[in-house]
């Protein structure tokens, strides 16, 4: 399947409520810095700590858009009731000796502990499955975040190392949890 700006991936419902995961388009970065804003301002353990501005959410979902075309990064949009409330990537290396393996990463604004997430991460590793031909896709996550941690063991993740105090949240030290997920072939 080619992948369009805008392409609709996968909607459905989760009670009332009405959730779509699409590929960014044009229009989308004020959703989106709201979206950041939110998870920074909720101190989500994300890497980042600062209010994001307009001019670095165009310039990302430039960047994004860009990636899209030329492949090795697919950026997913949530939307839950019709705003943006989450997003989710799946990207390659560019180094040729692990080409082979992809990193991933998701975050919730709204619509948290509705299965959102875990239906998201199945998405990402169908599309790096697909466009990709990854063997392994990684991620880290911070220590004490075990919410995520769990649900990344739900869809099969499994925890290959930590890096001591490899987390930073708001100048507070944590550990960084690295995690793994080989996919068949």
């Known amino acids: 399947m080619k992948l369009k700006p805008g392409q609709v991936l996968d909607e459905f419902r989760v009670g009332e409520h009405e959730v779509v995961f699409r590929l960014p388009k044009r229009g989308d970065e004020v959703g989106c810095m709201r979206h950041i804003n939110r998870l920074v301002r909720d101190r989500v353990y994300i890497g980042r700590q600062k209010r994001v501005t307009i001019a670095e959410e165009r310039k990302f979902m430039r960047d994004a858009m860009k990636a899209l075309g030329k492949g090795g990064s697919i950026l997913v949009v949530v939307t839950l009731d019709g705003e943006i409330a989450g997003s989710g990537s799946v990207r390659t290396s560019k180094a040729r000796w692990n080409a082979h393996i992809a ?83």
């Open 103 to 185: 990193g991933l990463g998701i975050a919730l604004s709204r619509g948290r502990g509705m299965g959102i997430g875990t239906r998201l991460m199945k998405l990402l590793i169908k599309l790096a499955r697909e466009h990709f031909r990854v063997r392994i896709i990684r991620l880290s996550t911070a220590g004490r975040n075990k919410v995520a941690q769990k649900l990344y063991r739900k869809v099969g993740f499994r925890e290959c190392g930590r890096i001591p105090k490899g987390f930073s949240w708001y100048g507070e030290y944590m550990d960084e949890i690295l995690m793994y997920k080989p996919l068949r072939r």
